[in-house]
């Protein structure tokens, strides 16, 4: 991975959360506690909680957390809280999950679980990133592809290098131009988007979807598009 893409693991010593929650993770710096909201990447059977994040230098706490080392500690918020999660999603044939950089963690965490495996006889998993460098988690997915072989579809765009094997174009102009259904068919009423990361990606991917007929998933109305902005 990049190097400056990390993803941290650390003791699970908050209450039972759902894939696809967040939490809030910190440090004590000067006194103060500086903390920021991250999506689980772990799963909740897991006696681990991980995160994934982008270390900015001249942040405030992802410096600080580039320092740690095994057995400093962390703050945790006692509960993952979110509604990014399995059961917010209606029913459908085909499950598409589209993140851009980091956004893609939270479907890792999904996927380790038993739910969308059972209620989607198909699987999309597009990730879009600026390098190649970011294409994070290719174990993992590795792993699902070899217990899920014929129900995970797994696409990579990458839109500032040309790299063979992947699409170098925006996820959202990618599915225009035919080159993402092309390979994992067509977009209709049955398909449940999930889309994380990118606000602008997440903007422009429920406008083009808009054209499909699809609309956001509500609780006072069910729809298709169900979303996680990162800023
Ligand atoms: P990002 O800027 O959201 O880029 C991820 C992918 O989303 C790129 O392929 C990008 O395409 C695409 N994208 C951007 N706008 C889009 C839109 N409207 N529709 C569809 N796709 C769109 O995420 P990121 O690279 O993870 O960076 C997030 C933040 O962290 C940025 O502020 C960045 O400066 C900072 N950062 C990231 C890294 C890193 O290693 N990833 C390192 C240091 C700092 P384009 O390439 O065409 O924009």
């Known amino acids: 991975m990049d190097d400056d893409l990390v993803s941290i693991r650390f003791e699970n010593n908050i209450p039972p959360y759902i894939a696809g929650q967040f939490t809030k993770i910190g440090l004590k710096l000067d006194g103060d506690l500086v903390s920021r909201p991250y999506s689980l990447v772990s799963a909740p059977h897991e006696d681990f909680l991980?995160?994934?994040?982008v270390n900015v230098p001249d942040g405030?706490?992802?410096p600080h957390l580039h320092k740690l080392d095994t057995n400093d500690s962390i703050f945790v918020m006692?509960?993952?809280s979110g509604f990014f999660i399995m059961d917010e999603v209606p029913d459908g044939d085909k499950l598409w999950l589209v993140a851009t950089g980091t956004g893609l963690g939270v479907f890792i965490s999904l996927l380790k679980t038993d739910s969308p495996w059972k209620r989607f006889k198909e699987i999309v998993l597009i990730h879009g990133v600026r390098t190649s460098g970011e294409l994070a988690y290719q174990d993992q997915i590795k792993e699902l592809q070899a217990k899920h072989p014929n129900q995970l579809k797994y696409?990579?765009?990458?839109?500032?290098?040309?790299i063979d094997n992947t699409i170098n174009a925006r996820i959202p102009d990618a599915i225009k131009d035919g080159s993402i259904t092309n390979i994992c068919g067509e977009i209709n009423s049955s398909s449940q988007f999930m889309l994380c990361g990118n606000p602008d990606m997440i903007n422009d991917m429920v406008d083009l979807l808009g054209t499909y007929g699809l609309?956001?998933?509500r609780r006072?109305?069910?729809?298709?598009?169900t979303l996680e902005k990162y800023w």
Not at 50 to 53: K, L, R
Not at 155 to 162: D, M, S, W
Not at 220 to 225: R, V
Request: proline share 4%; glycine share 4%; aromatic share 4%.
């Open 50 to 53: 991980e995160v994934i994040y």
């Open 60 to 62: 405030k706490l992802t």
């Open 78 to 80: 006692d509960k993952a």
């Open 155 to 162: 696409l990579q765009t990458v839109t500032r290098e040309k």
């Open 215 to 217: 609309e956001r998933n």
């Open 220 to 225: 006072s109305k069910p729809g298709n598009i």
